[in-house]
């Protein structure tokens, strides 16, 4: 059975083309190429003089996506790991949890920086408080020295208030605190230029949302009593 299809016609006369090499052909003469009068090595025969070098526009597509050259892909690498580093050492993946109950330290850092969220309609303030206070409270663990070293002393603490309104417990900064009252670490230039005080942002859980209540509100065992 006949079918005058567009398809089938286009197809049709794509078979009727001469692909073949030589006069006439859809590849040219090839003259470049022509063992029979002893041109075996490749020539200047197709556009002669020109010397541009043939280069990519864009990124090149393929089954798994857009190719990208390996200088890309190495600087792609080296941001990511960049950022991981940062994450690790700022401890921006923190979290608490209690059950189904989680909370994250982006969280709460975007709490307190949410005007909206407290009473005088300012986010939380950084003040200096000393580091003798900060120690007072500071949590007993048996911390990583290679972590405490690279604490950054410019990232402000985060230190609990509970429903009495005292000082409770360090939230967010016991490498930071450790790092500027352990004597270990006094030599350490950061250190040496601190002073006696410390960035603090206060977590108040007399206003907090009630699952901050329900999250902070524990008990603690202090390194220092």
Known sequence: MESSGRFERIFFKMLKEDMTAGAGGALGTGDGFNPSKGNIDSS?????????????????????GNAEDSETKRKRKKKKKKCEDEEEVTGLDTSWEDGDLKITIKEVLKYLDDPNKHDDGKKVPVKEESTDKLKAIMIADDRDPERVKAANLE????VV????????SILDGNHRVDKATNPKYESLQDVRDLGDTLPVRELDLRTAPEEYKKLFNYEIEKEYD
């Open 161 to 168: 208030v509970d429903m009495e309104g005292n000082w409770k």
């Open 44 to 64: 200047d025969w197709y556009a002669p003089g020109d010397a541009r070098v043939p280069y990519k526009i864009g990124r090149v597509q393929t089954r798994k």
């Open 155 to 158: 990232h402000a603490v985060i």
